[in-house]
């Protein structure tokens, strides 16, 4: 069973940076991808980023192109969220999430395992 486990978040003013990381504990698929989504009370997940370790295929949603980047240790299978210039609208619980696909996707219902999240929140 794969567990990713997040780490990085916090409280920070807005134009601030956070980098967040997930370290997938368990990874046995030969490829496969990671993702972040967020979540805010009364909506559903929102896909942010994700990203492929084979070849590094990265996805972006529109509202955070420019400003997050996705990176991947692919031989350690932990995947990084390097957030800047955040906005009070990228509050949220930041979750990551892994399949074993080959495209990187911001779909959660194509993901498989999922951490417990992690709270962002801009000020």
């Known amino acids: 069973r794969v567990q990713p486990v997040e780490s990085g978040g916090g409280s920070v003013q807005a134009g601030g940076s956070l980098r967040l990381s997930c370290a997938a504990s368990?990874?046995?698929?030969?490829?496969?991808?990671m993702a972040w989504f967020r979540q805010v009370p009364g909506k559903g997940r929102e896909g942010v980023a994700s990203i492929s370790f084979e070849g590094g295929r990265t996805k972006y949603d529109d509202s955070v192109k420019g400003r997050f980047t996705i990176s991947q240790d692919g031989a350690e299978k932990v995947v990084y969220l390097q957030m800047n210039s955040l906005k009070p609208e990228d509050t949220g619980i930041y979750s990551c999430?892994?399949?074993?696909?080959?495209?990187?996707?911001?779909?959660?219902?194509?993901?498989?395992?999922w951490g417990q999240g992690t709270q962002v929140t801009t000020i």
């Open positions: 999430a892994s399949n074993g696909r080959l495209w990187p996707s911001l779909d959660p219902d194509v993901f498989v395992y």
């Open positions: 368990g990874y046995t698929w030969q490829s496969g991808c």
